[in-house]
């Protein structure tokens, strides 16, 4: 998994990398294009077979001055 994430990081598409305290594995958070890309490179990973995946979409927070432009 190192080789694999550190040429990710290289091609800009993951974005940051976390271990879970006190879990087993971590948290990767991607940069992609498009749910088809995500499907891609989740794929690739080594680990595919082995690992459980959740996939959940992130959103810029926006403060209560801007949601109230």
Same mark, same amino acid.
Do not use: C
């Given at each position: 998994? !190192? /080789?694999? +994430?550190?040429?990710?990081?290289? *091609?800009? *598409?993951?974005?940051?990398?976390?271990?879970? %305290? +006190?879990?087993? +594995?971590?948290?990767?958070?991607?940069? %992609?294009?498009?749910?088809?890309?995500? /499907?891609?490179?989740?794929?690739?990973? !080594? %680990?595919y077979n082995y690992a459980q995946y959740q996939v959940f979409p992130?959103?810029?927070? /926006?403060?209560?001055? /801007?949601?109230? *432009?």
């Amino acid at each position: 998994m !190192p /080789e694999y +994430g550190q040429g990710l990081n290289d *091609k800009g *598409k993951l974005h940051s990398s976390f271990h879970m %305290v +006190g879990r087993h +594995g971590g948290a990767w958070i991607y940069e %992609v294009d498009s749910n088809e890309e995500l /499907e891609r490179l989740l794929a690739a990973s !080594p %680990v595919y077979n082995y690992a459980q995946y959740q996939v959940f979409p992130l959103a810029d927070m /926006e403060t209560p001055a /801007e949601i109230l *432009k």
